[in-house]
């Protein structure tokens, strides 16, 4: 990949989002605030990259067979980490394997999910959470 191509205009930047809060949000809410964290951070990711399943495509693959998304988000942060800015990324479609491990390990792949996205989002110029 070229220099010109990895610092090419984009979509806008998607937004930083707190993972405490994240986290205390999905259990209020009894795992409602997922269904809006899967569709915003996979249609940012979209709107951005121009890669990936959009919102309304992750949202119902969230909806009908979840683990899938577990592979499916790290994988789309990943592109955009090193097939658009030639960085490592910190996560990638492995990532997923977390959801293996009963509940901690939904917050360990949501911790680093978010942060890798939180890091990004904020090297494109976002305000941090």
Not at 55 to 73: A, K
Not at 108 to 114: H, L
Request: glycine share 12%.
């Amino acid at each position: 990949m070229t220099e010109t191509m990895a610092s090419q205009q984009r979509g806008p930047v998607g937004n930083t989002r707190s993972i405490g809060l994240s986290i205390l949000w999905a259990i209020l809410t009894l795992g409602i605030y997922t269904l809006v964290w899967t569709y915003k951070t996979q249609e940012e990711i979209k709107r951005y990259s121009g890669n990936g399943v959009g919102g309304v495509i992750g949202l119902v693959i969230y909806i009908l067979i979840s683990p899938v998304t577990y592979f499916i988000v790290p994988s789309e942060i990943r592109y955009m980490y090193e097939d658009l800015d030639g960085q490592t990324s910190p996560v990638r479609g492995t990532t997923g394997l977390w959801f293996l491990l009963p509940l901690i390990g939904t917050i360990v792949w949501f911790v680093k999910v978010q942060g890798a996205l939180n890091r990004y989002w904020e090297s494109k110029g976002a305000p941090p959470p």
